[in-house]
């Protein structure tokens, strides 16, 4: 009973609670069903119980919130219709519909007991989601982007994100390293989340880490090792979906599946159902380039065998024409040889016979002009010292002179001068 203090009714916190207890509990007697998003799931392992967080949100903002519980036995039992109806078991991170009571308990608080959920509206919200994201991307003209890339002629350098331990990861590894081609593949591995609300992050993340070295690969791969639709939905997410479109190399997936093609598949350069129909991709983009250079190969080698079997004949000739040839060229030369020689005798010969007609000519010249002959015609020559003398000033009265004659020479001495006019 509430207490009387200064004219004032007053209630203890404990009657309070039980009085709005009392109400909802006579208002609230039936199950209601009630549409929510489970943010957290909250299971708790030892007891098996589970206290899933339930929130509403508005374009984006969180409108409304509130606490439930899911007891051990109907989470069982969810869980076995989850398994049954979508491949995967119950998770946070889905809207749902489900079956609740509504109570209030004094210590607690408001609470939303969890008596069932329906599997099958689970997945007409992941439909809805995808068919929304697959309309924006659309309308922002970003659906084709990446499928509108130039794909590498041969893609060696690839950037995968993937979980280290997946066993798809490891199918992938093997078929594309231990091929029988001996085609080489550089693989750098960007380690994420590929499952549940906390993968759209994890994935965004790492493809915004291989942006920033983009230059270092040819394509990026998302591989996953499989699942059911359910572990798929955040692939139907519109940021992750847009994040690959725009991506500025080429993406591919292999996330493990063969139904129901999520967006973010349908927005990749290549979507394969396994990662090991992925690899195969990749190999035959290998042989796409290598059988047309092997072929070419072979051709060139069976050009250039044939070129040299040709230029081998044609070299075996030349040198039996260059062999005639050169017997007929040199007998030639040689008979021009001769006749040079000839010529040359014959003109040597003559040239020589010139040449004593000329000099005899000279010598006849020579003779003529020997002071000899000049000496017998009545000439003489005056010497005085050696030198010749003929004028007056070149000798003195008193010099000794020498004068030759035509069969001597004659001793004097000069005694006087006289000039022509007779001084």
């Known amino acids: 009973m509430p207490e009387i203090l200064a004219d004032k009714t007053v209630f203890t916190l404990l009657e309070v609670s039980r009085s709005i207890q009392k109400t909802i509990a006579e208002r609230y007697k039936s199950l209601y069903w009630i549409k929510a998003e489970m943010n957290k799931l ?15 949100k508005t374009d984006g903002k969180v409108v409304a919130e509130m606490r439930s519980i899911l007891w051990k036995m109907d989470y069982q039992r969810i869980n076995r219709q989850f398994m049954e109806v979508l491949g995967e078991p119950l998770r946070e991170g889905i809207t749902m519909l489900f079956q609740a009571g509504i109570s209030y308990d004094p210590l607690y608080g408001f609470s939303l007991k969890i008596v069932d959920i329906d599997p099958t509206f689970v997945l007409g919200e992941l439909e809805k989601e995808k068919r929304e994201s697959i309309r924006k991307l ?3 003209g970003l659906y084709d982007a990446n499928r509108s890339l130039p794909f590498p002629m041969v893609p060696k350098r690839l950037a995968i994100i993937s979980v280290e331990t997946s066993k798809g990861l490891s199918d992938f590894f093997k078929i594309i390293h231990g091929n029988p081609w001996g085609y ?19 994935i965004i993340k790492q493809l915004e880490v291989i942006a920033e070295r983009m230059e270092h690969f040819d394509a990026v791969a998302i591989i996953r090792g499989g699942g059911g639709d359910v572990g798929l939905t955040s692939y139907n997410n519109y940021l992750l979906a847009k994040a690959i479109a725009i991506f500025p190399i080429p993406v591919l997936t292999g996330i493990g599946h063969s139904t129901n093609e999520t967006v973010s598949e349908m927005v990749a350069y290549k979507n394969a159902i396994t990662p090991s129909e992925l690899a195969d991709f990749l190999l035959q983009k290998f042989h796409n380039f290598a059988i047309p250079v092997d072929q070419a190969t072979e051709k060139i080698i069976r050009a250039a065998r044939k070129t040299f079997e040709d230029e081998h004949i044609k070299l075996a000739n030349l040198i039996s024409s260059i062999t005639w040839n050169s017997k007929t060229v040199l007998l030639q030369e040689k008979t021009k040889m001769e006749q040079a020689r000839n010529q040359l005798a014959q ?9 004593q007609s000329a000099l005899l000519q000279m010598e006849r010249m020579l003779a003529l002009l020997n002071p000899i002959h000049v000496l017998k015609r009545g000439f003489s020559i005056v010497r005085s010292n050696g030198k010749a003398v003929h004028k007056l000033d070149q000798a003195q009265v008193g010099d000794r002179l020498d004068i030759q004659l035509e069969d001597g020479k004659l001793i004097t001495e000069v005694l006087s001068k006289q000039e022509q006019d007779g001084k």
């Open 42 to 56: 909250n299971h708790y392992t030892h007891s098996g119980h589970c206290y899933p967080e339930l929130l509403e």
């Open 138 to 140: 659309k309308a922002e």
């Open 184 to 202: 080489t593949f550089s693989t750098t591995l960007f380690p994420a989340l590929l499952q549940g609300d906390k993968s759209i992050p994890s």
């Open 347 to 355: 003109l040597s010969r003559r040239t020589i016979k010139d040449e």
